[in-house]
């Protein structure tokens, strides 16, 4: 007899139960895909924006993913092969289901494609929504100041950078569109060698634009500098620290002059002679 034919007979009851089972399997798988769908909707901190983003909680939720930014990039004129006479690969892409930003909404890799910061920012004037906003990069002569973009922050990796090793190489720096404005060579003597000289890139963190071109000609297998989200790059020290050369934070200072800002409990209010020693016997 075969293994088949040892098979009990298919029952409408023992039908209903099989195909029950395999609804509720397929539901939970359903369930599970789901689950890593809308954890890849979710938007990585990571995520690089496009010129004259809006704050990012805003940005999402002003947005209409319609694309047009992505579409301007890809078909601005210098964005053309002279050699194919085909667009080259945009900057700004429309995160799909499988990268790690909010589905639809437009963001960039600097390691793929940088932004070339184009004199006449095409990408930000097209948004409909808002979530590009022109004045965040409008001078005071009512221009549009590719200088005055704010993707993020480059910031240099010493371990993996080789002009940290010693070993010459300013690939970042002759990248950066800003030379000697957002990245410089600093000058630094090798003591280990004693005889060569260190001339390491220091990213200038009030004019960066976080353009990601020195990101791109990066000549080491894992970029050694890379663009992050300017809070994310940056640290925090508290408000109230204060910088005695800084006019803000002198100004800060002035303003709360006179205002009673300190907290006072019972113990504040005695003199440290009130309490030393207290309850002590000798
Ligand atoms: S400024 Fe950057 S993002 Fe905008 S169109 Fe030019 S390359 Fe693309
Ligand atoms: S053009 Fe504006 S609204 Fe449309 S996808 Fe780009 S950022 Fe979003
Ligand atoms: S991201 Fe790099 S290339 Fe772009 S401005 Fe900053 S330092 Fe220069």
Known sequence: MSKEDK???ITPRRKFFTLMAQNI???AMGGLLW?????????????????????????????????????????????IDKETNKARPATLKMAKAQDSVTIGTP???????????????PCVPVCPSGALDPLLVTNEKNELDPQMMDMGLAVVDQNSCIAFWGIQCDACY?????LDVAIKLEYDRNERTGKHAFLKPVVVMNACTGCGLCEKACVTE????????????????????????DTKDQQRVEERVGKDV???TKRSEKKPQDYLNMDLEY
Not at 41 to 70: D, Q
Not at 107 to 121: A, K
Not at 224 to 243: N, Q, T, W
């Open 7 to 9: 098979k009990p007979p």
């Open 25 to 27: 399997g397929l539901g």
């Open 35 to 79: 689950t890593g769908y809308a954890a890849k909707a979710k938007s990585s901190p990571l995520t690089l924006r496009p010129p004259a983003a809006i704050k990012e909680e805003e940005f999402l939720r002003t947005c209409i993913k319609c694309g047009l930014c992505s579409e301007a990039c890809l078909n601005r004129p210098s964005n």
């Open 107 to 121: 963001f960039f890799t600097p390691r793929d494609v940088p932004c070339y910061m184009c004199e006449d920012i």
């Open 174 to 178: 002759r990248a950066c569109p800003l």
């Open 222 to 245: 894992k970029a050694a500098i890379f663009v992050l989200p300017r809070e994310i790059a940056l640290g925090k020290p508290g408000s109230h620290y204060v910088k005695g050369w």
């Open 262 to 264: 300190t907290t006072h």
